[in-house]
């Protein structure tokens, strides 16, 4: 077992951990941040999507021991109210059918806008394809994504 350092939703946490655990175990387990779903285990639906130095990535595939002193941002920490300019759009498109992927749908979402505050429906569906919904909410999806765009606008 190795102490890391993290910073967690702005919280520096120390975690003692076995250097390969999965950052999704750390966080659900270890941190009691639950809104980050576990689903393929394989890194390839997305629902497990966290932001680490700003940029997404499936935390069910990184290790804790490549975040050791890294920001790490989850569903909880992207906004302190839920008000974020995704969530709130989300809400507003009526987006979720079952919720489960919608923490990762979020989380890619917002950090997609973050590098592209203008994009095009075609460039919505690129970055959203990464994350599956089983439901098949992708209309509502680049609903969203193209009115937090405007949100942001504003």
Not at 7 to 33: C, F, H, I, K, Y
Not at 47 to 55: A, E, I, K, L, S
Not at 110 to 139: K, Q
Request: charged share 20%; net charge negative.
């Amino acid at each position: 077992m190795t102490l890391f350092n993290l910073v967690v939703n702005g919280e520096s946490r120390q975690v003692e951990a076995d250097p390969s655990e999965p950052l999704l175990w750390v966080l659900r387990d270890r941190l009691g941040l639950t809104g980050t779903k576990y689903s393929c285990g394989i890194g390839e639906c997305g629902c497990c999507t966290v932001h680490v130095g700003g940029q997404a990535a499936r935390s069910c595939q990184t290790s804790i021991s490549s975040v050791d002193g890294k920001a790490i941002t989850t569903i909880e920490g992207l906004s302190p109210d839920g008000l974020h300019p995704v969530q709130e759009a989300w809400l507003e498109e009526c987006v979720a059918q079952c919720g489960y992927c919608q923490p990762g749908q979020i989380m890619t979402a917002a950090a997609f806008l973050a590098r592209n505050p203008h994009p095009t429906d075609e460039e919505i569906d690129s970055a959203m394809s990464v994350a599956l919904c089983r439901c098949g909410s992708y209309p509502r999806i680049r609903l969203a994504v193209r009115r937090a765009a405007k949100a942001g606008e504003a």
